[in-house]
Every structure is written in structure tokens, then in C-alpha cells.
């Protein structure tokens, strides 16, 4: 058995790493080969044979057959097979730590080892068997990733540059408008006659604005991709990179959009204070922010926007339900209804009438108010009969 036989042609399919790992293996079972048991009257060493048989095929392989990483699995596991017991149980610590680096938490929780047997319990085919099985489940899953992790990888590369070449394009594409709207050139100067444009800061500003918010949602949506995890199951991660490239176009859209709202509402005082800019009165060229440091602090809450998705959805959310509350709250009642019509002001006269006590007078030590005209003189009163004899 000769390593010649995996040549150059023969390995093209396989990277540099996967090439080491193939001589290395190819190694290790020449090895084990030589000195496991090829007794035919005994289960294992007719397991052994048809283990050595599959090995051969993969070191020594037709010439119309490629080497891939199957093989490198298989040749893997062939030599795993080939080991004896007491080299499965130095072997299990190897195996169980690198899973243990892959898998992530959740499933190093779920995982159970299979006990390590004792020096005697070595020849006890069951237990050899049972521990084998445990650990052929964990080369597999560490050969799982060793396939899907670089594929992952290159798909998260291509990601990153696909947002570099947008961010890029994006970013010349907002010097030129800005240069334009500001009117630091004219592309008449090119033709014939040069004169210089009519500086438009309004436009000048809202495409900044829109540029910045672009920016906030592409690092954010880098900064998401970056979060999908690489433990646990490879393909699952895989496929959430694969699936989250949308957010190349989702989150700056939604963060240009964003901005723009915030800058509105920043416009109509609705979200006012020493962290927040200023504006001028009038939507014309006066619609900017009254000194630099309003600029700087409008584009800063611009980029923000794109950034912190939940901001501006937040900010919004707040300023409807202020809204339904003041819809909800009693309108006040106009001055003018606020006086009961049903009980008017008394007149001057009536009240000369009725509160007159200029004929009051004192009654048998009672005050009794009486008028003077209906008041009867005690000698026109009738005499008093009866009473009680002296």
C-alpha cells in the first residue's frame, strides 16, 4: 500500500487540510491493520477483515475513482473500527472534547457518554460494542462539520462582500448627488458655458439623510449575520446564513426609510430635547438644522434610525397611543356654557325688593321683618277674653 496511489489527480477534489488528514488517516490504518485480529472463528476478527477490505478500497482505489471527503470519513470510521478497546478509551476523550467544542450547549446537555469500562470488562465484546457506538455517532457528527463549516463560511464571505460592493456603490453614488445639489460643479462647465447651479441644501440634506440611514441598516444586518451561531447543527446555521441574505436589501431599505420618518419627526417637535436637533421654520432651504452641531446631531440619529431597527417603530408606537389617549379624553365646555341658564342673575330691582330692611323692626324681643304700611296698632286690636281670675 503505497501513498502514491492518492495522487495529485486523484485528491484534486480535496482542499490542502483535507489532503493532511487523508495521509494521516492512510497512516493510522496501515497501522491498526497490522496488528488487529484477522482471526476468522471470532465475530471480531471477521469484523476486522471486512473493515481492513473497505480500507483497501479506499487506499488503493480504481483509476476512473476520485478521492472526495466521504472517503476521508469512511477510511474515519474503518480505523476507528480497527482500534482496540483499550485504545477506544484514550480515544472517547479525544473525541468527546472536540464534540463538545462543536456541538455548542443544547446538545452537549443532551449528549450521555457511554461509561468507561474497567481494565477487566476490556474483553467483553457488549461493552465494546456499546462504547463503539458512541463514539462512531460523535466522529460523525465531528466529520458533519468538517464538511459543512467551510461551505458556511464561504457563504458568509460572499455576504460580507456583496455588502461591501453596496456599500461602496452606495457611497459614490451620494458624493456625486450631494456635490451636484450643492452646486460645487455643473456638468454645463463640460459643454460649453459654465455657471454655476442654485445650491439645494434641501436635497442635499434629505440624501444624506437617506444615505446614512442605508449604512445604519447594512451594519446592522452584517452585525445579525455575524450573531448566527457556528455550534450546534451545521446545516441549520447554514441555512439561516443562506436564508438571512435578504437583509442585504430589507434592512437599509428599512433604515433609509426610518431615517427619513425620524428627521419628520424631529421637523414637527414631536421628540424635542438637548440630544435632538433643530430645524428652521419653512420646508425650503431653511428646512436644515439651525448650526453644525444640529447636523452632526441629525445625521447621527439618521444612522441610528438604520442601526436600531426597533427605534423608530418604538417611537412611533409611543406617539399613537398619545394620540388615542388625547382622542379619548372629554373636550372642555366653551366659557360661554359653562353658567347655569336656567337660574339668571337676579335684576336691581328685585333685589332692592326683596332684601329691603329699612322698615325691619323688633318684635316682642324677635327679630321679624315688617313693613310698615301692613303693620296694625295696638289699640285697634280686639280685647282678650277669658284668661285666669285674680
Request: charged fraction near 25%; proline fraction near 6%; aromatic fraction near 10%.
Amino acid at each position: 500500500m503505497k501513498l502514491s496511489c492518492c495522487g495529485s489527480k486523484k485528491v484534486d477534489v480535496l482542499g490542502e487540510t483535507d489532503e493532511k488528514l487523508l495521509e494521516l488517516l492512510i497512516a493510522e490504518f496501515q497501522t491498526v491493520a497490522s496488528l488487529c485480529s484477522k482471526d476468522q472463528t471470532t465475530e471480531l476478527g471477521r469484523q476486522n477483515v471486512a473493515m481492513i477490505d473497505l480500507g483497501n478500497e479506499i487506499v488503493n482505489p480504481s483509476p476512473d475513482k476520485k478521492i472526495t471527503q466521504s472517503d476521508v470519513f469512511k477510511l474515519d470510521m474503518v480505523v476507528l473500527n480497527l482500534q482496540s478497546t483499550e485504545r477506544l478509551i484514550h480515544r472517547a476523550t479525544n473525541l468527546r472534547t472536540r464534540y463538545s467544542d462543536m456541538a455548542g450547549p443544547k446538545l452537549v446537555q443532551a449528549y450521555t457518554p457511554e461509561s468507561t469500562p474497567k481494565p477487566e470488562q476490556y474483553a467483553d465484546p457488549e461493552i465494546r460494542k456499546r462504547l463503539l457506538a458512541d463514539l462512531q455517532q460523535l466522529l460523525s457528527f465531528i466529520h458533519w462539520n468538517y464538511l459543512i463549516t467551510p461551505i458556511r463560511e464561504k457563504l458568509r464571505t460572499d455576504i460580507v462582500k456583496t455588502a461591501v460592493k453596496f456599500v461602496i456603490g452606495y457611497t459614490v453614488f451620494w458624493a456625486f448627488a450631494v456635490t451636484f445639489f450643492e452646486g460645487w460643479w455643473d456638468l454645463r462647465c463640460l459643454i460649453h458655458t459654465c455657471s454655476k447651479l442654485t445650491p439645494n441644501h434641501l436635497v442635499a440634506l434629505c440624501i444624506t439623510v437617506i444615505y446614512l440611514g442605508l449604512m445604519g441598516g447594512y451594519i446592522s444586518s452584517q452585525r445579525r449575520l455575524q450573531t448566527v451561531p457556528s455550534d450546534g447543527d451545521p446545516l441549520t446555521s447554514y441555512y439561516s446564513l443562506e436564508n438571512g441574505r435578504y437583509f442585504l436589501w430589507l434592512s437599509p431599505l428599512l433604515g433609509a426609510v426610518f431615517a427619513i420618518v425620524l428627521a419628520l419627526i424631529f421637523k414637527g417637535g414631536l421628540l424635542q430635547g438637548a440630544l435632538f436637533p433643530e430645524f428652521g421654520k419653512d420646508l425650503s432651504n431653511e428646512f436644515l438644522a439651525i448650526d453644525g452641531k444640529n447636523h452632526a446631531l441629525l445625521f447621527f440619529w439618521s444612522f441610528i434610525a438604520g442601526f436600531a431597527e426597533r427605534f423608530v417603530p418604538d417611537a412611533l408606537d409611543r406617539i399613537v397611543n398619545r394620540g388615542e389617549e388625547a382622542l379619548k379624553a372629554p373636550l372642555p365646555l366653551p366659557a360661554s356654557s359653562r353658567e347655569d341658564p336656567k337660574s339668571p342673575p337676579p335684576s336691581a330691582d328685585v333685589n332692592k325688593e326683596v332684601f329691603d330692611t329699612t322698615d325691619d323692626e323688633h318684635v316682642d324681643g324677635c327679630d321679624v321683618d315688617a313693613n310698615v304700611i301692613d303693620a296694625t296698632p295696638d289699640e285697634a286690636l280686639p280685647a282678650a277674653e277669658g284668661g285666669l281670675e285674680k
